[in-house]
């Protein structure tokens, strides 16, 4: 392979991804730029601001209606108190039912009223989450057509995948809980706070004693969890890469003996994830028994204040009853505001990353001052030209880092219809080239013309539509074969489809299949050899018909029988279109119109096979190389 693949992604030997793309965000994972990323989350949530805003109001009036309840409730022991102590004192008639009926019949109403707002505000923030969520994903989706190839050469594929997966998921997830909580939990703790000093000032005041002890039992135990949360979440993508990498390579993993030392590193992975896991989750674990234990004390506190200050007639018996109420709720809201600023953490981290990826440099957005006029016989006009095939390179200069350039002076002239291979060593640039044609990658100097106009002045859509492409590595996708064949001309007719499976040699195996063209091909296409999947792939681009044809190493996956009738396709194929065939096997390519040999990015020689065999130099090395084993000459 060229240069194109000096930077790939981490993958197992049998295309498994790495680690990058490991679990679900941890709570504790820590935005850079919290406050910058929050600010973007907030900004690309404003359009449903109204919808917001409402929740923000039922939430309140939910939790407003909840706080008011067991102030109700104690006038309605105050009364039953009231009515008992008159009875045994003979001062009242005894317990005035029809007046408790009435305070229990208001509770019932203000707790119903209460849950039909909580309802309603837990419907309408589950649409906005799942609205920003699916807008997110559609953003990302459309994001990635954008994305110039350079950046997938520095990422790997897993690490895109988490973006659009576990990250977007986290966001869904905590969206949905946060922004309802931190309301409901500032409104509860203002309401209760309001209602604690309506009832009694100076039980308040103890109550409030135990918020500083809470806050820093908090304090501790997030900061000492933080550092296991990061490491568990860290060696969490280690285990998953490695378990991905090591099923999916099972076949060569075994095929060299490597079960032990596999077995070995899962090992190092799992115990120290073991270890950053336990401590976390347990430290964690520690963070209500503690709430618990100091909401305890401060209960006991005021149970003792409170029956004092009604042994001196200062506080009414359901007052007493009503503020132990609130005491028990007060610890409640302060213990969920400190789980989401977890939970805000690992949104605005989500959010970070998702942002990184939404604003990442794209493509030079297409200008195209050339469209290419269709193959109706119409005479070509206007802007509309009519391709003919031929290409020239024009002094290309590239590199994937302009700092480190790898083809400084590239320059050949290719006629419509003329078959060029490009040979060279690996790494030499071919493949390279071939990119640079297509344009997956702009020159960083000089230029590439087809027909004499310059490819960046043509759409990439429309540029592309003139190659058909054949690559070493094949890519099929879970479907039918048929729909994979034409996958190269999506309106193509079933005959159509069959007929450049004939050419290509594939038509008598796809009907050995169970399923001929029907049959459905897997996630990895592994239910066919390699060889069936250069044949299908060979298949798709005779369907596309195009002006230039891009070979690849296509038939380096078959065997030598098959190889010659792909051979002979082939040639059928190339009669009339202008072609480029990189190669490694030269035996394939002595028929060629012109070689050009390539070496660390130039072109060393050029002409044809005859040519070349007489200049007794770099290409006649290489081409005498492959044969000397088998004591064949040139």
Request: overall charge neutral; glycine content about 8%; some cysteine.
């Amino acid at each position: 392979m060229s240069q194109m693949n000096s930077r790939p992604p981490r993958r197992g030997p049998m295309g498994g991804h790495g680690p990058m793309g490991g679990g679900p965000m941890m709570a504790g994972a820590k935005a850079k730029d919290f406050k910058g990323s929050m600010k973007k989350l907030l900004r690309y949530m404003a359009q449903y601001k109204f919808r917001i805003l409402l929740v923000m109001l039922f939430a309140v009036a939910s939790t407003v209606f909840m706080i008011v309840g067991p102030k109700i409730l104690g006038n309605a022991t105050t009364e039953m108190a009231n009515g008992i102590l008159g009875k045994i004192m003979g001062t009242g008639e005894g317990i005035d039912f029809a007046a408790i009926a009435r305070i229990l019949l208001t509770l019932v109403v203000l707790y119903i009223t209460s849950a039909a707002f909580s309802y309603i505000q837990g419907w309408l923030m589950t649409g906005v989450t799942m609205k920003v969520t699916y807008n997110l994903r559609n953003d990302i989706a459309k994001k990635i057509n954008r994305l110039p190839l350079k950046y997938f050469d520095k990422t790997s594929h897993g690490e895109v995948l988490s973006r659009v997966t576990n990250d977007v998921d986290t966001l869904a997830q905590s969206l949905n809980q946060s922004i309802t909580q931190i309301i409901t939990s500032l409104t509860t703790f203002i309401g209760i706070l309001f209602m604690m000093f309506s009832i009694s000032w100076e039980m308040t005041l103890i109550a409030l004693c135990t918020i500083p002890v809470s806050l820093i039992f908090i304090m501790v135990i997030v900061r000492h969890s933080q550092k296991y949360f990061k490491a568990q979440q860290e060696y969490l993508g280690h285990v998953n890469g490695h378990v991905e990498e090591l099923y999916g390579g099972h076949v060569v993993m075994k095929a060299f003996n490597g079960e032990e030392s596999s077995v070995r590193e899962f090992d190092k992975y799992n115990d120290t994830l073991y270890k950053s896991a336990w401590k976390s989750q347990f430290l964690s674990g520690l963070m209500m028994p503690v709430m618990q234990f100091v909401g305890n004390v401060g209960y006991v506190a005021v149970c003792i204040l409170g029956g004092w200050l009604a042994a001196q007639g200062n506080l009414a018996v359901g007052d007493i009853q009503a503020f132990i109420q609130y005491v028990r709720q007060f610890t409640q809201p302060i213990t969920q505001i400190a789980n989401i600023s977890n939970i805000l953490q690992s949104t605005t981290a989500a959010a970070e990353r998702v942002f990184e990826f939404l604003e990442e440099e794209e493509e030079i957005p297409d200008k195209p001052l050339i469209h290419v006029s269709g193959d109706d016989g119409a005479p070509a006009s206007g802007s509309d030209v009519r391709i003919e095939g031929s290409v020239q390179f024009a002094h290309v200069k590239f590199g994937y880092n302009p700092d480190k350039i790898i083809i400084h002076d590239f320059s050949a002239s290719v006629q419509p219809g003329q078959k060029v291979a490009i040979v060279g060593p690996t790494g030499a640039g071919k493949t390279t080239m071939v990119k640079l044609l297509m344009r997956f990658y702009d020159v960083n100097g000089g230029a590439i013309l087809v027909d004499g106009y310059d490819i960046r002045d043509f759409s990439r859509n429309e540029l592309r539509g003139l190659f058909g492409m054949v690559l070493q590595d094949t890519w099929l996708y879970n479907g039918t074969i048929k729909d994979n064949i034409r996958y190269g001309r999506l309106d193509a007719t079933d005959e159509e489809v069959i007929a450049a499976a004939k050419a290509a040699q594939a038509d008598h195996f796809i009907r050995t299949l169970p399923g001929s063209y029907n049959m459905e091909l897997n996630e990895e296409a592994s239910n066919v050899s390699q060889g069936q999947k250069q044949l299908l792939t060979i298949a798709r681009a005779i369907l596309s018909n195009p002006k230039i044809l891009i070979l690849d190493e296509a038939t380096s996956s078959v065997d030598t029988r098959t190889e010659i009738q792909i051979q002979k396709a082939m040639d059928n194929l190339m009669q009339g279109r202008t072609s480029f065939i990189i190669a490694h096997r030269l035996s394939t390519i002595r028929n060629a119109d012109m070689i050009l040999c390539m070496k660390d990015g130039d072109i060393v020689e050029h002409g044809t096979h005859d040519e070349l065999m007489e200049k007794n130099g770099f290409y006649a090395n290489l081409y005498n190389s492959q044969f000397e084993q088998a004591g064949e000459s040139a």
